[in-house]
């Protein structure tokens, strides 16, 4: 042991000490100050090799170590495939949640303390509470409200006896931009669909009633006056409704056509910067303002910053009809828990009823009467090619809240 080795040192060199103060003292002969400064050492001397020999006492009372076991080959096995199915466990790729008797719900491992944790599941207890109640051997789709909004997660319950104690196992696992991301594209090919045959059969709608028109023009001579204005107006209203519905489904196209996100560092306060300088004067021209914010100011994002400002422009704009003279807007961006980053598009208007908040991001919705239902269909779409996720958010008092989160 290294401390029995210090204290036999220590031991070792007090006796040599002694013998070399011994041999000088001999030496000095009638030299009283030599022999006080010998004695002097020779008392230190004595007092080192007291406390080593009684550190050696103390040594030899103790207990020898019991030796450590040794593990043969199966043993070991066994433990390495413990230690690798628990590595495994912690890392897998859904949330693992243990349930006891009691109904006492417990994370087992990274993914479920996350989904638990601040910035994640408001309602941790609700959360705990669904789980408790699945039955075994189904799979449910569960929802629970987060800080950005409602998620989805799929949850499968299965049976097992753990030490002669029956115990439930519940995998969770978050599939809401799985099923935002299924749902985009299933509208994009969609709109692509019905897009194409409907310019098909317009195309030659409106180029027929234009040579129909000629043609009315040319025989107006041959034909009776009531004829050729009724003719003509026809064949006008004909023509233009086909030009304006070929508009339309062109609007529409650009939902089909998006091209890729090409990320990059985008400083948020000169995003925001042009954003006041593009929409801020019209608000501010009515009475009203439009309030942007940093916090930190150095707070970047790496997105399509086309993208996303074509994005914000759109909530803007919705939130500048909606509250028409006076009203007032705020766009806010900071960190949240988790390190995730959070743009909040808010209004003092008069918000979007609860019955129809559910279907504001579908193509082709709309409340007013001149929209067109591709507004925030296109937002969702931005955001989403860009990693992100929105969600329109209950406001505190009035007006509406949408949450961009990176």
Not at 207 to 219: F, G, I, K, M, P
Not at 255 to 265: F, G, H, I, K, W
Not at 359 to 373: A, L, V, Y
Request: glycine share 8%.
């Amino acid at each position: 042991m290294a401390s029995e080795a210090r204290a036999k040192m220590a031991a070792l060199l007090a006796a040599a000490g002694l013998a070399a103060l011994a041999f000088g003292a001999g030496r000095a002969g009638d030299a009283p100050r030599v022999l006080v400064l010998c004695g002097l050492a020779a008392v230190v001397a004595v007092l080192v090799l007291w406390r080593s020999l009684a550190a050696l006492a103390a040594l030899r009372r103790q207990p020898a170590p019991e030796p450590r076991p040794v593990m043969n080959v199966e043993q070991q096995s066994l433990v390495d495939n413990a230690l690798a199915l628990e590595a495994r466990l912690e890392h897998a790729p859904v949330a693992l949640f243990g349930i006891d008797g009691d109904e006492h719900v417990q994370p087992l491992n990274a993914n479920a303390r996350k989904l638990v944790a601040p910035g994640r599941a408001t309602d941790g207890a609700a959360l705990y509470r669904q789980l408790a109640r699945q039955p075994h051997g189904d799979r449910t789709l569960l929802q629970f409200e987060t800080e950005r909004g409602t998620e989805r997660a799929l949850a499968t319950v299965s049976m097992l006896t753990l030490h002669g104690r029956p115990q439930r196992l519940a995998a969770l696992m978050p599939v809401e931009s799985e099923l935002e991301a299924e749902a985009l594209n299933a509208w994009r090919r969609l709109v692509h669909v019905l897009t194409h045959e409907i310019m098909n059969s317009l195309t030659p709608v409106a180029s027929l009633s234009r040579t129909a028109r000629d043609l009315v023009e040319e025989a107006r001579p041959a034909l009776l006056p009531d004829v050729a204005a009724d003719l003509g107006t026809a064949l006008d209203a004909i023509g233009r409704r086909a030009d304006s519905l070929a508009g339309f489904v062109a609007s529409y196209r650009s939902l089909s056509n998006v091209p890729d996100a090409r990320p990059e560092r985008v400083p948020l306060a000169a995003l925001f910067a042009r954003l006041d300088a593009l929409v801020g004067p019209a608000w501010r021209e009515r009475g009203g303002d439009v309030a942007f914010s940093v916090e930190p100011a150095s707070l970047e994002l790496m997105a399509d910053p086309g993208q996303l400002e074509q994005a914000l422009i759109n909530l803007l704009k919705n939130a500048f009809e909606a509250t028409g003279a006076g009203g007032r807007a705020r766009v806010a961006a900071r960190l949240v828990r988790g390190a995730r980053l959070r743009i909040e598009v808010d209004d003092d208007g008069p918000g979007v009823p609860d019955a129809l908040a559910a279907h504001i991001f579908t193509p082709f919705f709309t409340t007013r009467k001149q929209g067109g239902g591709i507004g925030l269909a296109m937002v969702r779409q931005l955001v989403h090619g860009n990693g992100g996720t929105v969600r329109y958010a209950r406001p505190v008092s009035r007006g509406a809240r949408f949450v961009i989160t990176f």
